[in-house]
């Protein structure tokens, strides 16, 4: 292999290692706060070990008993660190506890309709991990993001995340393309936080309507083409989406 071969593949090890995040999940989510709370207190990490396993019982359930926890799935686990960093954090120590939650849903929506109002936080890496750490905390486990709700902007918002190639006339006028990846970028990222805090991710399309002033050549001929392969590309290009939410009334288009 010459040197410069060499040194191309070189950085392009070096541009993936860069783009490609390294995700966690709930249960090491929940073992990091649980180190934190330690080092809040002034213990070192090994203060209070906690053996973790997993057993069968209803979901997101778990018990600490002495120097163990046990859980019916990884986020119950996560509860269950979170538990114990709760009581380092208030008295020092962990004590036996259960937790079982009473409703099985408990989520939350955003609604999406300015971009000069939202891109501030919407953008913000750390917002997202912060807001999903804070809902996690708080046992939230939906969390419901809604695009076109009652506007023409992001209606549909498929044009805004990708272009594709089959359909070389739907744009919208004055996107970047740096934008549109970077806007799915942000879909991405945010739908994989939420899954790193045990949070399912669910993906509100509100309006597919094909008159509106934002995004140009959709017709009403090739929107039910269009939508099926943009919605198919999406979910390939963000896996953590759990679910999609389509509201499908007359007014949606």
Same mark, same amino acid.
């Given at each position: 292999m010459?040197d410069s ?5 070189i950085t392009l090890a070096a ?7 390294s995700f966690?999940?709930p $249960?090491?989510? #929940?073992?990091?706060?649980?180190q ?8 070192p990490?090994?203060?209070s070990s ?5 057993v069968?019982?209803?979901p997101e ?14 986020r119950?686990?996560m ?13 020092g ?6 937790g079982? /939650?009473?409703?099985?849903i408990r989520?939350?929506?955003y %609604?999406?309709?300015n971009h ?5 936080? &919407?953008?913000?890496?750390? &917002?997202?991990? $912060? &807001? %999903?750490?804070?809902?996690?905390h ?5 969390? !419901?993001?809604?695009?076109a709700?009652?506007t023409?902007?992001l ?7 990708l272009s594709?190639?089959? %359909?070389? $006339?739907?744009r919208? /006028? #004055?996107?970047?393309d740096?934008?549109?990846a970077?806007?799915l970028?942000?879909?991405q990222y945010?739908s ?13 399309i509100?309006?597919h309507?094909y008159e !509106? #002033?934002?995004?140009s050549?959709?017709t009403?001929e090739?929107?039910g083409p269009?939508?099926?392969e943009?919605?198919k590309t999406?979910l390939?290009r963000c896996?953590?989406?759990h679910?999609?939410q389509?509201r499908? !009334?007359e007014?949606?288009?």
């Amino acid at each position: 292999m010459t040197d410069s071969k060499r040194d191309v593949l070189i950085t392009l090890a070096a541009i993936l290692i860069v783009a490609i995040p390294s995700f966690a999940g709930p $249960e090491e989510f #929940g073992s990091a706060e649980f180190q934190r709370a330690l080092a809040q207190r002034g213990l070192p990490p090994t203060a209070s070990s906690l053996e973790k396993k997993l057993v069968s019982g209803k979901p997101e359930c778990f018990t600490i008993s002495g120097t163990s926890i046990s859980a019916s799935d990884k986020r119950g686990l996560m509860y269950a660190f979170l538990d114990a960093a709760d009581q380092i954090r208030a008295n020092g120590r962990v004590s036996n506890a259960t937790g079982c /939650p009473a409703v099985a849903i408990r989520g939350i929506r955003y %609604f999406l309709h300015n971009h000069d109002l939202e891109q501030q936080w &919407y953008y913000s890496r750390d &917002y997202w991990d $912060e &807001y %999903f750490a804070m809902l996690a905390h708080n046992r939230f486990n939906r969390f !419901n993001l809604v695009f076109a709700h009652q506007t023409d902007y992001l209606a549909p918002p498929y044009p805004f995340w990708l272009s594709l190639p089959d %359909f070389p $006339e739907i744009r919208v /006028p #004055g996107l970047s393309d740096e934008q549109r990846a970077k806007n799915l970028e942000m879909l991405q990222y945010s739908s994989q936080t939420a899954a790193d805090h045990g949070i399912d991710f669910t993906l509100g399309i509100w309006e597919h309507n094909y008159e !509106n #002033g934002m995004v140009s050549g959709i017709t009403r001929e090739n929107i039910g083409p269009y939508s099926h392969e943009a919605l198919k590309t999406i979910l390939q290009r963000c896996p953590a989406i759990h679910s999609v939410q389509m509201r499908t !009334n007359e007014e949606s288009g």
